[in-house]
């Protein structure tokens, strides 16, 4: 099974859940968390392992030859995404708009936009017990994390048997590095907090489930702080709403220190049986 994580907006809790889930899975099961928010992962503070594996990463971007390059300009014309320029003499190619769909490169009938690889992040995996973390880490100054998201998830697919569970902590919001984190997955648990700013990015996150046609429930952090808006919105748009997680400080002080709550929290170990019980996922230690 593969389970992504995600949210509407940042801060409701979206690590934290994925990082326990993850943890109390691996106390029976196999089990892969794969940071995806590849632009500021943080899973590895609460996931202590040895490091396993480290590659860098790549993508494919054109690259102009001048001397074979005749200057029909149709390199121009098929690029959807604006990423090359013809100026005077010179084709000019910007990589932080290209996307490596290959129009250029293949369709330049005198081969002059041969593809080159480019670094944009790296990939570590960590190993503590029963539990694989895949880090994916965007380079500073790379403007696209989607090559980077497509590749982590390739790698936990090739790279572990099958019956592994996956949990992917998709990056924040509703973009493209989202879409690309859950478009994957068999389900998604979408984590929100009860606050008129989390109901509406809420709202954003569900519409985008559905344009994607994913499964999908809500988890409920820190119910007891606002209103019961979110609960409501589930009730009337018919979503599951599967656990909640209360405001306490004691959550939040084991946070700052890097611990994992459901050892200490009984409020989240139940959280977690509630998820499990409802994907069907046997846990003895529950």
């Not at 907006?9 to 089990?31: I, P, R, S």
């Not at 503070?45 to 040895?50: A, K, R, V, Y």
């Not at 084709?91 to 490169?105: D, E, G, M, R, T």
């Not at 539990?131 to 500073?140: C, H, K, M, Q, R």
């Amino acid at each position: 099974m593969k389970i992504s994580i995600a949210s509407g907006k940042g801060g409701t809790g979206k690590t934290t859940l994925a990082v326990n889930l993850a943890a109390y899975l691996a106390l029976e099961h196999d089990v892969i968390l794969a940071d995806l928010d590849v632009e500021e992962p943080n899973s590895g503070l609460f996931i202590h392992g040895n490091k396993t594996y480290e590659q860098a990463v790549y993508r494919m971007i054109p690259e102009w030859d001048s001397e074979k390059c005749s200057l029909c300009s149709l390199c121009t014309e098929v690029c959807a995404f604006h990423a090359i320029s013809r100026v005077h003499d010179d084709i000019l190619v910007f990589p932080q708009l290209c996307h490596s769909c290959y129009a250029c490169s293949e369709l330049c009938p005198v081969n002059a936009l041969p593809m080159v690889q480019k670094k944009i992040g790296t990939l570590k995996q960590f190993e503590s017990g029963k539990l694989t973390l895949i880090e994916s880490i965007l380079d500073i100054g790379e403007e696209q994390a989607v090559p980077l998201i497509k590749q982590a998830i390739q790698f936990a697919d090739e790279s572990f048997p099958e019956e592994t569970i996956r949990i992917f902590d998709a990056p924040p919001g509703t973009s493209c590095p989202m879409v690309e984190a859950v478009k994957h997955a068999d389900k998604v648990i979408l984590i929100t907090e009860p606050t008129p700013v989390g109901l509406y990015d809420l709202q954003l996150a569900v519409e985008t489930l559905q344009a994607l046609q994913k499964a999908f429930v809500v988890v409920l952090n820190r119910y007891d702080i606002g209103n019961s808006h979110i609960s409501e919105f589930c009730r009337d748009k018919q979503i599951p709403l599967i656990a909640t997680i209360p405001n306490q400080r004691k959550i939040a002080e084991c946070y700052s220190r890097g611990e994992l709550l459901y050892h200490t929290i009984p409020e989240v170990k139940f959280a977690l049986d509630q998820i499990l019980e409802y994907f069907h996922i046997p846990l003895q230690a529950s």
